[in-house]
């Protein structure tokens, strides 16, 4: 039986094929002399014309010109091969049974190997690095998320919202205490507060206060006039008979709700700045109008009580302390939360939160898939060579972008079904530490189409833990922030949900990387150059090593030249051309030019 032989042309390794196949092609001119051939079950690539089996008289009778035009004994740069030895352990391939060996040395380009880009990043541990650059992910997309929220409500004209038909009683406290400075400030906030209404149809205001008794000062209207009128012609005197007062704001409210298809909110804004007269009675009276459905929300100075106010309200969420100079801050705190429940805030299509979905959907999605993106980028940069290799592909970035997307408006959804459901502070830092959870799961899970061999399951567990622990931070840092005085709120509830999403960026990257490290059964380690080096975990899926659209990208060697997969606990690879395999172990080295590839197992 004749020999075959495998041959390279143009970096294609092409066979097996006969012997005189070969020989025909030089002779036709598709190949030279100087042509890299290795016998079948052979161990190693040399020029033809170095190859005994082959005699140049038989291929160019009487010294026929080279093909190229040169002469029939190649130069020495011609016989130049450089070698790439597969050793299992260490040993000797040579030892290995023939169908496990492989062709030892491939074709490859004097300049194999080479540089890589991200070197400076290489040396950093992987949990760091994911971290870094997802924490820089994050504070990118809350960034462009905040100017989002920022503009979403000049959307709004085309979404007009539905607000629920509904009253409000501002109950101003006119006792001794509130003379002079106090009662006038009052009266200015109070005045702020009903011109704001102005906009919002459906919604009429009752002016109520209480001293030592209580009257209805200006009964429910949207005549914004008649209501700054009865503000302004508040007197202070007497005590504080805050139950008197409750009993008159809930007969200004009067009737209830209209029906059930077209439901009325109803509210109570107290001022207070002083004990009650009689803590039972007002508590008694409260009691009654929250079973009526009808809302109380108190600002308060430090004279009254909070903790009674609590229990008054049955919230702590709708008590706002406040102090001099600045009652109209604390009254536009309470404007919020009226709004919110009655859908100007969160315009209610058919009962469903779709603007709270929209805003808070939004800011979650362009959050997501920064940071989804951002991880891509920190995966594939380790695996990048210099001018050659790639960042991103468009496949990555398809799934990165639909899967961030989804992410963050399934946690846009749980967020605004939280506040839907309740508007306890508890049950709010719970619901948020649930929706980052939700997202740093597909996070994870997104990486799985990134990093090379990652089990879905263990990804999203990197992910989940990442965003439960994440989400912790980001929700205490947003609530210290919301605490730290009225004048401040605002910014500072903007920078802790900034640096809240920096940290939950950076958990999810770091717990995802960890999570991926101590989860791997077999891997390899590309040494590119000392102090450079990229890891490839181990699986049923093969990790491809040649050329450009392969896993590793080493310069000069042929596209998928080599090809590792681990399967029921062992690690095979197989060698092009020829298809050949042979067992790998721990330790097992495949020096390619420059590029030196080392497996590693756990076992």
Known sequence: MSQQWYYSKDGVHEGPVER??????IENGVLTPAVLVCQKGGMSWEPIHDVPNFQQTEIYPGGKPHPSGGSSVPSPAARQAVGAEVMSGGGDPASAAAEDRMPGSLPMASDTGGGRGGSFFS????????????ALGCLVGALIGQLYLLLFPSILPALPPTVAKSNIALLIDTSGSMSSGPLEEVKRAAVDFVDRQRTNNGVKIAIVHFDSEAAIDQPLTTD??????????????????LDRGLDRAGNALLPPSVSPHNPRKDFVLVFTDGQPNDEGSAMAVASQLRERSVNILVVHTAGAPYSFLVSLTGATNQVFSTSAGNFGLAFAEAEKIINTQLGIATT???????????SNGGWFAILAIALSFA???AQNSTMMVVNEGKLFRWGQAMICCLIGLAAGLAAGVGNA????????????????????SILGGAIGFAMVFVILNFKPSRAVMGGLLGGLVGGLVFNLLRYLGSEQGDSGSVLAEIVGRL????MVGALIGCFIAVIEQISREAYLVVHWAPNETSTLNLGQQPVTIGGREDDVFINGVPDGALSIVLDEGRISCTQQPGNTQSQLKDQSTIDLGKVKIVIHTRA
């Open 417 to 436: 079904l939280f506040q839907q459901v309740s508007e306890d502070q508890a049950m709010s830092f719970v619901g948020g530490v649930f929706v980052w």
């Open 375 to 377: 991880l891509a980028l």
């Open 224 to 241: 914004t006039a008649a209501m700054i009128r009865a503000i302004n012609g508040l007197v202070s005197t007497g005590g504080t008979a």
């Open 20 to 25: 005189e196949e070969i020989i025909r092609l």
């Open 123 to 134: 040396r950093w541990p992987k949990p760091v690095f994911f971290g870094v650059v997802g």
């Open 348 to 358: 209610n299509v058919e009962g469903k939160p779709v603007l709270a979905f929209l």
């Open 499 to 502: 640096i809240g999403a920096v």
